[in-house]
């Protein structure tokens, strides 16, 4: 038992002085004012602020790798770079590839969610649009086959908890009602469609829109699209990556005004560069050079991804955008894991997992507990990006 005290919580309606008291892996209690607790059994956290560990559900990387190695020991460098940086839950992300390679890699990807190291399987493709690729294979991209997809449910033993597609394609509606009758959650992006398409997406089940305004048809005043359907719509939650590359902060500030706290998901799309320099890596099994921080393919300068971590995306949103802090830490955790469905994740509440992030009052990380565990090797304050 260990009673994190002399803290400021944050809530639903905002922040509380109090304490909160781990059980093993779990919240056990959460109060207001002194804790009840003997003070040998408690740290204190001298009035720092205290917020749910971070989710993250649109990740492919980090710390020098890939998800889509298909190996298991790399991938959790990868969990482990972003758990440094207070992800406490992450749902691993794999690009569009072969029917084959596809199945190895979320089997072996669903080894490290049995064990507590992933907490599910987003597959972006292999259903998208080629008008729309990005850093995708286009050789590899095609379309929706309700038989592969049910070998790949099998192959993921029940860990994969989101895919994303483009409703245009054929057979992509019946795709979307098939997901969401598996306990899978659709998600729409990299896709050409029309508003229309999209809303029908979103009748079918999708309720996601995959890296908001990235690799979808573009919003026009006569031709709204993706974008206007999933921002007018209360069912939808609307990734934005928010590390200054793929959008301008004006637009993030845009969607933010129409999605609101409560529909908005900072997500990373990072690769395996995230928390390294610049370099060579791959992404997808295509060659990408990454910049000044900025990963693209090294053939065609696609943007591939992110080098961000979410506490990079939570500081920018302080600095750049003006946003709360209370209500970038919802776009962080809470919406997140609401979108997916992580019930024992994003809100810090007896029974919960107890993932933590204490935090200095700039947003800096201070102290990560992982399922109650306090994860070493986090970074003091890492600067603004």
């Known amino acids: ?49 205290l917020v749910p560990g971070w989710v993250d559900i649109h990740v492919h990387g980090g ?25 406490t839950s992450l749902v691993a992300g794999l690009v569009t590839a072969s029917p084959a390679a596809l199945l190895r890699q979320v089997a072996a990807l669903a080894e490290l969610c049995e064990a507590g190291e992933l907490a599910g399987i987003h597959l972006e493709g292999p259903y998208l649009a080629t008008q729309r690729c990005g850093a995708h294979d286009p050789a590899l991209l095609r379309s929706p086959d309700l038989a592969e997809f049910q070998r790949i449910l099998r192959a993921g033993r029940g860990h994969v908890r989101m895919i994303t597609l483009a409703p245009e394609l054929p057979g992509a509606l019946e795709l979307v009602r098939a997901a ?29 829109a995959t890296h908001l305004f990235n690799q979808m ?18 069912r939808v939650t609307v990734e934005v990556i928010n590390d200054g590359v793929h959008l301008h902060p004006a637009v993030v500030r845009m ?32 060659r990408v050079r990454v910049a000044d921080g900025t990963a693209r393919l090294a053939d065609t300068g696609a943007i591939a991804g992110s080098t961000i971590t979410l506490a990079d995306a939570v500081r920018r949103a302080l600095r ?11 776009a962080a955790s809470t919406v997140p894991a609401a979108a997916l469905r992580l019930a024992d994740v994003g809100a810090l509440l007896p029974g ?5 992030v204490v935090l ?10 992982h399922r109650g565990r306090p994860v070493t090797g986090v970074p003091a304050s890492r600067g603004q990006r």
Do not use: K
């Open 255 to 286: 969607a933010w005004a129409a999605a609101g706290a409560d529909r908005t998901a900072f997500v990373t799309d990072a690769m395996a560069a995230a928390g390294l320099g610049d370099g060579d890596y791959t992404l997808g099994g295509r």
């Open 320 to 330: 750049d955008l003006g946003i709360p802090l209370a209500a970038a830490v919802r």
């Open 1 to 49: 038992m260990r009673t994190l005290t002399n803290a400021r919580i944050v809530t639903s309606q905002g922040w509380t002085a109090g304490w909160l008291r781990v059980d093993g892996p779990r919240i056990a209690e959460v109060g207001a004012g002194i804790a009840p607790y003997p003070a040998a059994e408690s740290v204190d956290l001298g009035g720092r602020l």
């Open 352 to 356: 919960r997992y107890a993932d933590l």
């Open 217 to 234: 048809r573009p919003l026009h005043h006569r031709d709204p699209g993706p974008v206007a359907a999933a921002l007018t719509d209360d």
């Open 360 to 369: 200095e009052p700039d947003g800096t990380l201070h102290a990560v507990y």
């Open 180 to 208: 969401v009758s598996e306990g899978v959650v659709a998600a729409v992006g990299h896709t050409d469609a029309d508003y229309a398409t999209v809303c029908a997406a979103f009748d079918a089940g999708a309720t996601v």
């Open 63 to 87: 710390g020098g790798a890939s998800f889509d190695d298909g190996d298991p020991e790399r991938a959790l460098a990868a969990v482990d770079l972003h758990r440094r940086h207070g992800t």
